[in-house]
């Protein structure tokens, strides 16, 4: 069981966060109800999550499906109605174990997943909810499609029956992050998706103005990672 000092913690930095949402979005004229809250729980033990299970956080994100599977069973027994999304690069071998554990795929980002996710949900009968990430900074070192390969990915993924929910992006850092937000914005109504998964602990407030409908905060609500 978390101790008092790490319930009530967790707490103040989880109700922050919401509070910090919530400005946002009345700011763009949205409704705080309309931004989920992803908490980014990757490189973090379960006694760390537990406090902010406790506070009353249900939605949670990780980076790798074997740590995933290592600490979260356990956590969903202890707590029905947990939610969990792969907000990592996910290997293609790796396609069925993450339909089995995840309610949500943030990093759909070649055309080899969609073959290899389309395969696994329908083994599983199981179609979480999928988010094409994009390269939104055309930067090398990181996962997602480029822009350009966007329009062909997304056909590719509705024609394997994909449950496409929206996008996904990372913004190159150190730069102003609103361009990006902005760009992966009209992407998503240029193609009729609906959800933006955008923004993380130093921009996540950007993001919702600018449409994010999934927020991935990790050190805002679990502090700095060893």
């Not at 490189?43 to 979260?72: D, M, S, Y």
């Not at 069925?96 to 554990?101: D, M, N, P």
């Not at 062909?152 to 150190?174: F, H, I, Q």
């Amino acid at each position: 069981m978390p101790t008092d000092d790490a319930s009530r913690g967790a707490s103040q930095r989880l109700e922050g966060v919401r509070e910090r949402i919530a400005r946002a979005a009345h700011l763009a004229g949205r409704a705080p109800a309309d931004v989920t809250l992803i908490a980014i729980s990757k490189t973090h033990e379960a006694e760390a999550i537990r406090p902010l299970i406790a506070a009353g956080q249900r939605v949670f994100g990780e980076n790798r499906v074997q740590e995933a599977a290592a600490k979260w069973p356990a956590l969903r027994e202890e707590t029905p109605g947990i939610e969990l999304h792969l907000v990592g690069q996910l290997q293609s071998n790796k396609a069925e174990e993450a339909i089995a554990l995840f309610d949500a795929i943030h990093s759909v980002d070649r055309p080899s997943l969609v073959v290899a996710l389309a395969r696994a949900m329908d083994k599983a009968d199981r179609r979480p909810p999928c988010f094409v990430q994009v390269n939104i900074g055309d930067e090398p070192q990181k996962g997602g499609c480029p822009v350009e390969a966007l329009p062909v990915l997304l056909a590719e993924a509705r024609a394997a029956a994909l449950p496409v929910a929206g996008l996904m992006c990372v913004p190159p850092l150190d730069v102003e992050p609103a361009p990006y937000f902005a760009l992966l914005a009209k992407l998503a109504r240029d193609h009729d998706v609906m959800a933006l998964s955008m923004g993380m602990s130093g921009d996540f407030e950007t993001a919702v103005t600018l449409g994010a409908t999934h927020a991935r905060v990790g050190t805002a609500l679990f502090g700095d990672r060893a």
